[in-house]
């Protein structure tokens, strides 16, 4: 395949911080790739350097002719008072039935084409975005966190999109969930370096940890090798008869090497208060409206949420998951009804943007300490503001110095050193690293007390939430099921309504279908997406089959045991043999999809 872009050997420096360091890869035609690393890496840096926005100080991008690059904007391209189709049609050059055709794909229709575009919600407006990106007809596309802000429906459809595209696409995201669903390789951009991997993110993270754990297996081998050779020479070197012996040893010695393994860069690490365990009800509302005077969210709401559980609050952006919340935790009056908290109910509350709100000319110990628990000790509070990654000066330093993650990350310590056994968390993941929301999850699955969150992340929804509430058209639901069942059931939703966004060429103008015809493509686009997955699964398995084969053949090159080697010999045999079926079942299954011509 042709590499459309190439990275060779490029150089990125801000201030004293290396953002890259001789970092190179192709990106080739038809290849989907996920981009991950920590904050501040260097991933959008490189974004930039791709679309000529940002000068790298040595190495060059070099581009193909042919290349035809859509990137999904993430500043606001619209003008005032500018209308969704006025906007297609200025950004395209193409014309307003075009524009309608297109946007329709994104359930964009009717109505809301001649609405203005900055009054659509964040989701909203990123499928008029990713509209404007398909009717220039990309054969790469370049998505910068697509997923940021986004409801699950929305995601969804970007999903499916992504995995009709014809072209090649680089997605860099913090949501693994949607990499995993979305990219056949993985591209890690990691203290200045470029590495690719054919592979999903999570075979590419576990292949990762087995060679981190292998080399330190290796290491802790040779250290011992190392100590023996060094006890000889120690004991022989001045004896006549045994100098020589010693000096061999010593040359021995200096042939061994240990194999450098890059230290884990510091992450946060979450504990949650340790709270009584509780049953029964924790919160119930019957027949309550929510919103505002001059707009009603919902009525008729009624909830009754038990101890202990973990509901996930979803639904699109702007149906009003924050106004329930709020309505919760007594920021806003419910409009009828009431909210009825129980015993013993402590509610700590982690709002978006709080961080904003913090105190400035406080230090980070001050802040911890006014939001701790009275009987939290000085020591518990630097021990927790270590544990979020303030440790010595930073514990000192002025909140307004901090960066918008470091301050998201005190608001979580703060709130979690109060010790509530109720925690209302709305989109917790936002300006943490992937790394900290991790943590958050394995903290909240311990946890004793009641959550009731919000969350665009559907690793964090997917991992806390064992109930589901959805605010949807003026009505609150909770479904009993967790967050697998109900993306299910939205999935079922969709494909019944269409089957989201088709990509590739436009289809010309005169080009009609009939209902039946719809249907048959639902149909085989349905099994189309079937077996793009079951390529994946192969590629994964062809990954890891193929790294199992070169460690057994580094092995057998360094055996001199006939007995052991003859094993060895056989159990390469037989993984080169997995190998060769898989990679035909993978040539079979790739020349059907070309024979669709879809892949």
């Known amino acids: 395949m042709t590499p459309l872009i190439q990275i060779q050997n490029a150089v990125k420096r801000f201030g004293h911080k290396v953002l890259l360091d001789g970092a190179s890869v192709s990106l080739v035609e038809g290849q989907k ?31 193909h002719p042919k290349l035809r690059l859509g990137y999904l904007r993430q500043h606001d391209p619209f003008q005032d008072g500018e209308t969704v189709v006025g906007f297609l049609m200025r950004d395209s050059g193409q014309p307003d039935w ?26 909203w407006q990123t499928r008029v975005k990713l509209t404007a990106l398909l009717l220039h007809d990309p054969n790469y596309l370049l998505l910068d966190e697509p997923t940021n802000f986004l409801d699950l429906r929305t995601q969804m459809l970007l999903e499916r999109f992504l995995l009709d595209f014809r072209g090649g696409v680089m997605v860099v995201s913090h949501d693994r969930a949607f990499l ?25 993270l576990v292949v990762q940890e087995e060679r981190k754990e292998h080399d330190q297996r290796v290491n802790a081998a040779t250290r011992a090798k190392q100590k023996q050779l060094q006890r000889f020479i120690e004991k022989n070197r001045a004896q006549a008869n045994t100098a020589s012996q010693a000096r061999s040893k010593a040359k021995q010695l200096d042939r061994l090497q240990l194999i450098e393994i890059e230290e884990d860069e510091a992450s946060a690490y979450v504990r949650v208060p340790l709270v009584e365990k509780r049953k029964g009800t924790v919160v119930r509302c019957d027949k309550m409206t929510i919103g505002y005077p001059a707009k ?41 009804g009431d909210v009825k908290w129980g015993h013993h109910a402590d ?88 790394e900290t929301v991790e943590s958050l999850v394995r903290a909240l699955e311990t946890y004793n007390g009641t959550v009731i969150f919000t969350s665009h992340d559907r690793y964090f929804m997917k991992s806390v939430a064992t109930n589901i ?46 209902g039946g015809d719809k249907s048959d493509r639902r149909d085989r686009n349905k099994q189309l997406r079937t077996m793009r997955k079951d390529l994946k699964k192969i590629e994964t398995k062809i990954a890891e089959i193929d790294g199992e ?38 040539l079979e299954l790739n020349e059907e999809l070309m024979e669709h011509d879809e892949y």
Not at 36 to 57: F, M, Y
Not at 99 to 110: N, S, V
């Open 33 to 63: 790739v996920g981009m991950i690393g920590r904050n501040g890496a260097g991933k959008s840096t490189l974004c930039r350097a791709i679309l000529g926005d940002e000068d790298l100080e040595k190495g060059e991008v070099v581009l």
């Open 98 to 123: 075009k524009c309608g055709e297109i946007a329709g794909q994104f359930e964009i229709k009717g109505a809301m084409l001649e609405t203005p575009v900055r009054q659509l919600s964040g989701g």
């Open 180 to 204: 995993k669903q979305t990219c056949t390789h993985t591209l890690e951009l990691s203290r200045g370096k470029l590495q690719m991997f054919p592979g999903d993110v999570d075979a590419y």
């Open 296 to 336: 009603k969210i919902a009525d008729e709401v009624t909830l009754d949420i038990e101890h202990g559980g973990r509901i996930g609050v979803v639904g699109d952006n702007g149906q009003g998951k924050t106004t329930l919340l709020r309505t919760l935790v007594g920021s806003i009056d419910p409009l009828e």
């Open 347 to 434: 509610v700590g509350v982690y709002a978006q943007h709080v961080y904003t709100t913090l105190p400035g000319n406080e230090t980070v110990e001050e802040y911890l300490r006014t939001a701790a628990d009275p009987d939290v000790s000085t020591q518990q509070v630097l021990n927790v503001a270590g544990s979020f990654l303030f440790r010595g000066d930073d514990a000192r330093k002025k909140i307004k110095v901090l960066s918008g993650g470091e301050r998201a990350r005190l608001c979580l310590a703060g709130l979690l050193l109060g010790k509530h056994n109720v925690l209302i968390l709305d989109e917790p993941g936002n300006h943490l690293d992937v």
């Open 469 to 514: 509430v959805e605010v949807r058209d003026g009505r609150v639901i909770h479904f009993p099921d967790d967050y697998d069942h109900y993306v299910y059931r939205l999935n079922q939703e969709i494909e019944e309504e269409g089957g989201g966004p088709k990509t590739g060429k436009m289809p010309a103008s005169g080009d009609h279908h009939s």
């Open 549 to 586: 084969k070169k460690a057994i053949n580094d092995k057998l090159m360094k055996l001199t045991d006939p007995i052991e080697a003859q094993k060895t010999h056989d159990q390469l045999l037989a993984v080169t043999q997995e190998l060769e079926q898989l990679e035909e079942q993978w």
